[in-house]
């Protein structure tokens, strides 16, 4: 009994609002790059353009990736979470996309299984 109760509380506590959607424009951690977000494929799928790099980043090693997928039509796993190919600056990862809130997105890569990195990114409003 308390254990469904802990389980029914911790359930509530981490859902989104139903409003709640990855759409829009996000910027990453670093806040040198944005990307926009929009569900793709069957419109369940998440797909994600780097559409906006500045502060240092506008340079000649990272222009060409500019108006490419860093989220390339990752599945939907379950509320709020999408599976798929991650592409960052010329490599592919495996990666978990999390939606952890309205306005925060957990981006998990892996390369190889072995070595994984984690990036937020946060809705970005003009």
């Given at each position: 009994m308390i254990r469904t109760a802990l389980a029914l509380i911790l359930g509530l506590?981490?859902?989104?609002?139903?409003?709640?959607s990855p759409v829009g424009m996000w910027e990453i951690e670093m806040r040198d790059s944005r990307y926009d977000v929009t569900l793709c494929g069957d419109g369940t799928q998440l797909c994600a353009e780097l559409v906006w790099l500045g502060n240092g980043?506008?340079?000649?090693?990272?222009?060409?990736?500019l108006n490419t997928l860093l989220i390339d039509h990752a599945v939907q796993t379950k509320p709020n979470q999408w599976k798929g190919d991650l592409h960052i600056y010329g490599q592919t990862a495996s990666g978990t996309i999390t939606q952890v809130s309205a306005d925060q997105i957990t981006l998990t890569g892996c390369f190889a299984f072995v070595i994984c990195r984690?990036?937020?990114?946060?809705?970005?409003?003009?």
């Open positions: 506590a981490t859902a989104l609002p139903a409003s709640a980043a506008d340079n000649a090693e990272n222009l060409p990736y984690s990036y937020q990114m946060y809705r970005f409003a003009e």
